[in-house]
């Protein structure tokens, strides 16, 4: 017997479901509240493990994400419960009330979906596609810098300095997507780089 | 003629034979009502008071429907009795002849009524009966609100004293043993009324026949005699 | 046919993904509510326990939170009171709670911030299991585990009213009981109870009873050593011992610690209508009935006869005069 | 940190100043547990409030926020006068001995060379004597009157217990006894841990602070040791490995230099950062430089980058300023010097202070553009909210560009933890939506930006035409593609130096560490210090081996620690001058008679002899150092100033305000109040239920924490009329905001010069979007100003005003 079984269920495969519910009418039997005394079933069954880290401090848990389908195999996956990974030697299982909650972050109502736009002067944002979204970030940034880099200092040091763009980075991102960006935003010209380690 | 022994609409309906209305349709209907829900309010009371009783929610569809059944009843029967006692209270205030009669139980039991006093439309058992049932519904409805556990938070809100835990654990006392009293009083007057013949039908067709009062409750016939006698002819 | 999952030995533990057979099975109950007769099972399991180690408790709630998400529960948000306590109280949809209290010691003259998190004790003799009217409604294990079985509650609150410890909530949604299960279903397949796991500084630890009371001496001794004369375990004999216990600084004076009760046990007016009086009162009532039958068919009735009937003429007569 | 976070359990004595390890970093914390209950360790928490940590601690005192250098010199004080020191330590490893030149000095709290003018310091003086053999001339004896040991106990001679007291309002009794107890660590086999954060950082003073704890961890011989060190507790589960990405104004990858102008070329930019050993048989690593930033060059142009063009130097942009930090480009857009910025995973408006400011900075951009996973208050800075937003956003003329992210269960890749360990996850879950990868949005903005220089052509095409970008979807680059290249690899065959004819790596294999670098463009890799973390035995930061032979915590198989999966840095200084570990049952590493081995990776050349190199390798003197010559800009030994919005007068010279060296903006000096008007200190912190502002966006968190308060002591609520629960007003010369107040006993007036001085706690955690309810966080009170060496805004201490708000405001 599969333990996700649900009393329910149990009673219809066993085919006692009329005579147990019958018997129930005729009053409360030992069988009938053994049955019922089954314990809910085991939500993690059949679910995808991922080993992950969890994103907020830097104590880095380790954690475990529990999906329903397989990434890996080419699935969607969809979050269903995150728990702290026992194998971790620095956490050991444990999560902090924030870690606990992983999934409601993961799957928090206000998580962004689809580009958006604010006019100048607008009340309110509008959904835009990826492609117009990028095109006029490209058209912005390379304007700007065509017009404020600064390409040599009064001594004639080449310095390639822009300074009316910015970019603060992430916290919480990877290395890699780290590099990737120091790279960009470095090409650019761009001086006015930071990050979050001081908030 | 003051009416000292009856209450209005008590009066003769035949004189051969005799027979007196006791309780009129509204009475009856609303007694009636009372007692169906003292048999619920048992039934459903008792499944909840003793374990091997708890298949009796089966008559009410299940523990869940009998929970919350429990109590509406309670305050129907509240209600219903409410209306009788209004009715009957003074009626069921204690005379000198009823501490006779209560002595002379012995003689009541052995059918010996030549030696008991006469009496108004009640006699000491009934108003016992009567006493003791607005007393124990009024013990259950107030024990019973308090552990209406769906009502907890109205009484936390408003009455905090009864929704704390130590008065809800007192009030499932009083309840219970309300309940059984209550259970008692109910078995005497059903067994009362049957064992004493000739008075379901008061509360069936409201009639009684003239012996009936002759023999039970003399003065509350001598009372309607009167009045109808000097009153004009019908 | 699927492996039987073992019988869990700690929370520190990563959960099974494939079908393991459960080994917390409707036969290792031995108690029931409003089931008298629970027949002896064929197996005990080992008794478990939770430890609540409050000088390790830094009341981070990670336990609320890891509570929430394996039950899958959705407790309110409410506002801030000016108190540390969120939700404000033990809810429907909040199993387990901090309790923060702020305590100057008088000896020491320190402050101390005593943070206790508060859930079902899974009393040995259980108070709401003996007060609750539905059959099945509550359960114990083997293993010590007080359970609420949703199916059979009935929602009529008395387990409220049985509980030493104050915990049981009754879903106004749901109209049935909710508390801590120890996460039975963890346990059935050899798990640890959500928030022992989850516990960052694990102050709450799961194992048999008797390797957390040995846990528990060596924190006590630990206690001792940093000054706390009266550090103790809490695992309350007025309720037969508990399947959840806590490590007090102050074992002498549990109230301490928001109000955990100092001699908890089972309240005598509970226990008193729950036990003899029931019986005595249904043996009356069963004598009532049988005295009123026996009367009816041996004594004679009380029956007017043709006589009164006749006397009753003559009196609605005489008064009429004239008919 | 120093350590790691499983160390903190071989520790004796845990001392939380400077932060709250219990609140914002519970999973660490359990080590601090760990070790109280397995090895009987005391914890000692200083802390202007009561806190979580507090809570389980063996000894509490209170302390005056902003106060902590005075404390903490306080307590070197108190070390030198009863002779706690770790004597074989401190003359052995620390620059105790070394002389300093005539012309340092101090007085009324301030060094020599100071220009009120620029608000900055000539640092001429802070140097060493140096001798002609171009070593630093030492004593031994400690004696001579130059000598860092002389001077430090000059410099810290100020701060007696009674100037303690009156300073940081810590009663003196509770002073001493923590004094004692850390004193005891001083043996050489007991070890103590400091464990901080932004309560030492988030001050105009941060650096000196944590400088102070450092010098007294020098002290007590605790650098260097299993359960001791300096172990900052990182906030942000990778904020380490972006700092050692270099994503900041001033840095190249590796914590290299980004150049200044005044470095016209690679030769010139080379010539000051030689390090050359400044004694004897030094080890001085810097001296590497050059490998480093050519083979991070390599990896930057690729093979554009030549020995004949610099390595394509003049393509990367240079400095005119030390650092183009956010809260100087923020006073530069309201200054309408700003056009466009991009907020990648950063909700600034409510992170950084004077938040009016901020939004008058925003609403002077011509476009912000926002990548994140979740709904912003940056990215609706234009929304109004009533009290919660009041903004008019018809008069907001910014375009706004808000792009989904994927987030940490939708990517893969490293994250850096506090312990410097590089941990590799996997994604779990499918983007909602049209969520995008970092990477991928990163990938597209340079590749169209890329596509209009190459159509159109513009100012300086060349370090976009030239950025190396080689990857096998140039659209998106596999996280493995960009690991790879943090990690560096061989460009040519590589030959062993010592044997030509040995071959040390193929061309195209992974380095495997950052001794096989190369400064002649044969190697290349983006961040010398991640050398070893993809090697070609595969991605070692994925390794997940647990095992732990020592017992000590470290897990050399457990993924990869910069630098070098060294565990503990400085560990050489665990062993004695002869290599003997000064706690056998703590061995780290030791010398076996030819070569250092233990447990963790020796930070220190393997066969360097024992009383030969000193433990501090990338130090030129190879010495920890009490006096820190020219690094700090606010002076060579910490001296003790106050908040820049403070109660008090600085008892050292009460005309100072502040941290005189500070950069401060005009229009923010002027939004700085006084005591007279603003009686009482506000500080910030975090709570454990929340992250920053990204939990309040879940149900879990806000049920457990659901509403925005502020906290004060029983004392401050009765004056002000204030009980649990009510709603109360707090207002700073730069905005006010509307709170619920909860009344603690956990809070204490404080008796700092004769006078009571009210605490007002002030959590972060609230905003206007989200599941929680809406509310305030602490950076609208705050003041707009930075810790003199790094920017780290003055939350922690700053001025208020209370008051009793009836109704619901």
């Known amino acids: 017997m599969n333990i996700d079984l649900s009393r329910r269920s149990f009673l219809k495969l066993t085919g006692a479901g009329v005579a147990a519910t019958s018997l129930g009418a005729m009053g409360f039997g030992q069988a009938e509240a053994r049955v019922a005394a089954h314990v809910r079933g085991f939500k993690l069954v059949t679910t995808t493990e991922t080993r992950s880290t969890c994103t907020y401090c830097s104590v880095a848990c380790g954690i475990i994400l529990y999906s329903k389908g397989d990434l890996a195999a080419g699935e969607t996956a969809e979050l269903s419960h995150v728990e702290g990974d026992a194998d971790h030697p620095t956490n050991r299982g444990t999560l902090c009330p924030k870690g606990a909650a992983l999934r409601d972050y993961v799957k928090a109502e206000t998580r962004l979906t689809h580009p958006r736009y604010r006019a100048p002067g607008a009340d309110r944002f509008t959904e835009i596609s990826w492609d117009e979204a990028l095109d006029k970030i490209a058209r912005a940034v390379k304007e700007d810098r065509d017009a404020n880099l600064i390409e040599k200092n009064a001594d004639g040091v080449t310095v390639n300095r822009l300074t009316t763009t910015g970019f603060l980075a992430a916290s919480a991102t990877t290395n890699e997507t780290a590099w990737a960006t120091w790279k960009v935003v470095r090409s650019l010209g761009i001086v006015g780089f930071d990050n979050q380690a001081r908030v | 003629m003051r009416r000292v022994y009856s209450a209005p609409g008590d009066r003769i309906e035949t004189r051969r034979p005799v027979t007196v209305s006791r309780y009129r349709g509204f009475t009856r209907v609303n007694h009636w009502l009372a007692a169906a829900c003292t048999i619920v309010l048992l039934l459903s009371g008792l499944a909840f008071f003793s374990p091997p009783l708890f298949f009796l929610t089966a008559l009410f569809g299940g523990g869940a429907t009998t929970r919350w059944l429990h109590p509406v009843i309670g305050i129907v029967l509240f209600f219903s009795f409410l209306v009788l006692f209004i009715q009957l209270w003074r009626l069921n205030l204690p005379r000198r002849e009823d501490v006779e009669w209560a002595r002379k139980t012995g003689d009541v039991l052995a059918g010996h009524g030549k030696n008991l006093p006469e009496l108004g439309k009640f006699n000491a058992g009934q108003k016992t009966m009567f006493w003791g049932m607005a007393g124990l519904i009024v013990a259950l409805s107030v024990s019973g609100v308090m552990i209406w556990e769906q009502q907890i938070p109205l009484w936390r809100d408003h009455a905090p004293v009864l929704a704390s835990i130590p008065a809800r654990r007192i009030a499932v006392a009083v309840h219970a043993s309300a309940a059984f009293l209550m259970i008692m009083l109910f078995i005497l007057h059903v067994y009362a009324a049957i064992w004493t013949r000739g008075t379901i039908r008061a509360m069936t067709r409201g009639t009684v026949t003239g012996g009936w009062a002759f023999r039970h409750h003399r003065k509350w016939l001598r009372e309607l005699a009167g009045r109808q006698g000097a009153g004009p002819a019908e | ?323 | ?809």
């Open chain 4, 1 to 809: 940190m120093t350590n790691s976070w499983t160390d903190i359990k071989n520790t004796d004595l845990v001392v939380i100043m400077g932060g709250n390890a219990a609140e914002a970093h519970p999973c660490g914390f359990k080590w601090v547990t760990e070790a109280k209950h397995h090895r009987g360790a005391k914890l000692i928490v200083v802390d202007p409030r009561f806190n979580r940590s507090a809570s389980v601690a063996d000894y509490y005192a209170p302390i005056r926020p902003g106060s902590d250098i005075a404390f903490l010199m306080g307590v070197i004080r108190w070390c030198i006068e009863n002779d706690r020191v770790q004597w074989d330590y401190v003359r052995n490893y620390t620059n105790v001995s070394h002389l300093v030149r005539e012309d340092f000095g101090w007085a009324d709290g301030m060094f020599t060379g100071y220009d009120a003018e620029k608000r900055s310091y000539d640092q001429t003086s802070w140097e060493y004597q140096i001798g002609e053999d171009g070593f630093v001339l030492t004593d031994e004896t400690l004696e001579h009157p130059r000598s860092v040991w002389q001077l430090l106990k000059q410099h810290v001679e100020v701060y007696t217990p009674e100037f303690v007291e009156n300073t940081c309002g810590t009663p003196k009794d509770r002073f001493l006894k923590i004094c004692e107890m850390i004193g005891e660590t001083s043996a050489p086999d007991k070890a103590m841990t400091s464990m901080y954060a932004l309560g030492w950082t988030q001050h105009s003073k941060g650096a000196q602070n944590i400088r102070g704890m450092a010098m007294l961890q020098l002290l007590l011989g605790n650098i260097g040791i299993a359960g001791g060190g300096m172990n900052a507790l990182r906030g942000h589960s990778n904020i380490q490995g972006l700092t050692d990405v270099g994503l900041m104004s001033n840095l190249v990858p590796g914590y290299l230099a980004m150049p200044r102008e005044t470095e016209a070329d690679f030769t010139t930019y080379m010539s000051t950062r030689g390090n050359k050993p400044l004694r004897p048989n030094q080890m001085s690593y810097w001296q590497n430089y050059g490998k480093f930033m050519v083979s991070f060059l390599k990896a930057l142009w690729g093979d554009k980058a030549t020995a004949g063009n610099g390595w394509g130097y003049d393509w990367l942009p240079k400095l005119d300023i030390v650092q183009y930090d956010a809260m100087r480009m923020f006073d530069m857009m309201k200054n309408g010097k700003v056009n466009t910025y991009f907020f990648q995973g950063f909700n600034a408006l409510l992170s950084f202070p004077n938040r009016a400011k901020m939004t008058e900075a925003f609403s002077k951009l011509k476009l912000m553009v926002v990548m994140d996973p979740l709904a912003t208050e940056t990215a609706s800075f234009w929304e109004n909210h009533g009290i919660y937003n009041d903004v008019d956003s018809a008069s907001i003329q910014t375009e706004v560009l808000e792009l989904p992210t994927t987030c940490f269960a939708e990517d893969e890749g490293a994250t850096v933890n506090s312990g410097r360990w590089l941990q590799w996850h996997w994604a779990g879950a499918t983007p909602p939506g049209e969520a995008k990868s970092d990477v991928w949005i990163m990938s597209q903005i340079y590749l169209r930006v890329k596509k209009l220089y190459e159509e159109e052509g513009g100012t300086a095409p060349e370090p976009i035409l030239n950025l190396s970008w080689d990857y096998e979807n140039p659209e998106e680059p596999m996280p493995s593609e960009l690991a790879r290249e943090l990690n560096g690899r061989a460009l040519e065959t590589l030959y062993d130096p010592a044997d030509p004819t040995k071959v040390v790596l193929e061309a195209g294999q992974q380095l495997s560490g950052f001794g096989q670098m190369r400064d002649d463009g044969s190697t290349m890799g983006a961040c010398w210090i991640y050398a070893g973390c993809w090697t070609e035995a595969g991605n070692m930061m994925a390794r997940r081996d647990n095992s732990d032979p020592s017992g000590m915590g470290i897990f050399q198989n457990w993924s990869f620690a910069w630098p070098a999966n060294r565990r503990v840095l400085y560990n050489r200084a665990s062993c004695d001058p002869d290599g003997r570990p000064w706690d056998p049952n703590r061995t780290l590493i030791e010398w076996n008679g030819e070569k250092w081995a233990g447990a963790d990776v020796p930070d220190i050349a393997v066969t360097a002899k024992p009383r030969e190199v000193g433990p501090f390798i990338m130090n030129p003197e190879g010495t920890g150092r009490f006096f820190s010559r020219r690094l700090m800009r606010d002076g060579p030994f910490p001296t003790h100033m106050e908040p820049f919005e403070s109660p008090m007068a600085n008892p050292l010279n009460p005309e100072m305000r502040g941290n005189p060296v500070a950069r401060v903006f005009a229009d923010d000096l002027e939004k700085m109040a006084t005591s007279a008007e603003f009686p009482f200190v506000a500080t910030s912190y975090r709570l454990t239920e929340h992250f920053h502002f990204w939990t309040k966006h879940n149900r879990v968190n806000s049920v457990t924490q659901p509403e925005f308060f502020v906290e004060i002591s029983k004392e401050l609520a009765a004056e002000k009329g204030i009980t649990k629960g009510t709603r109360v007003r707090v207002w700073s010369a730069r905005g006010e905001i509307w709170a619920k107040a909860v009344v603690t006993k956990r809070i204490q007036p404080l008796i700092c010069d004769g006078k009571p001085v009210h605490i007002i706690g002030i959590p972060i955690h609230w905003g206007f979007k989200g599941a929680a309810r809406k509310g305030f966080g602490s950076n609208t009170l705050g003041p707009f100003v930075g810790d003199a060496n790094i920017e780290t805004p003055e939350f922690k201490a700053y001025l208020v005003n209370i008051e009793l708000v009836e109704g619901n405001a």
């Open chain 3, 1 to 323: 046919m699927t492996e039987r999952a073992r019988q869990p030995v700690t929370a520190a533990a990563n959960p099974p993904v494939s079908p393991l057979d459960s080994n917390l099975l409707p036969s290792d109950v031995v108690q029931a509510s409003a089931i008298s007769n629970t027949p002896m099972p064929d197996r005990l399991l080992d008794s478990v326990a939770k430890l609540i180690d409050v000088s390790k408790c830094i009341g981070c709630k990670a336990c609320q939170s890891a509570c929430i998400e394996w039950n899958d529960t959705y407790p309110e948000i409410e506002e801030n009171v000016g108190v540390y306590e969120n939700p404000h109280d033990l809810t429907p949809d909040m199993f387990t709670l901090m309790r923060f209290s702020e305590y100057e010691n008088p000896e020491s003259g320190d402050l101390e911030w005593l943070i206790r998190k508060d859930g079902c004790m899974h009393c040995a003799d259980p108070g709401c299991l003996k007060a609750c009217p539905a059959p099945g409604a509550i359960v114990q294990y083997s293993n010590g585990i007080v359970d609420f079985i949703s199916d059979n509650c009935i929602g009529c609150g008395y387990c409220v009213t049985g509980c030493p410890f104050n915990i049981p909530r009754i879903s106004r949604t749901a109209q049935v009981s909710k508390k801590c299960t120890l996460c039975s279903d963890r346990v059935a397949v050899g798990q640890g109870p959500a928030c022992a796991k989850a516990c960052p500084t694990q102050a709450i630890t799961f194992g048999t009873k008797e390797s957390q009371i040995a846990l528990a001496d060596e924190r006590i001794a630990d206690l001792k050593s940093r000054g706390y004369e009266n550090a103790g375990l809490y695992d309350p004999q007025g309720v037969g011992g508990t399947h959840v216990m806590y490590v007090l600084h102050h074992a002498d004076q549990p109230s301490l610690y928001s109000g955990l009760p100092d001699d908890p046990r089972i309240s005598p007016v509970v226990a008193g209508w729950k036990g003899p009086a029931k019986t005595a009162g249904l043996a009356m009532i069963g004598l009532a009935v049988a005295g009123s039958v026996l009367h009816g068919i041996f004594a004679k009735p009380n029956a007017v006869s043709e006589e009164e009937e006749r006397e009753a003429e003559d009196l609605v007569g005489d008064s009429r005069k004239e008919v």
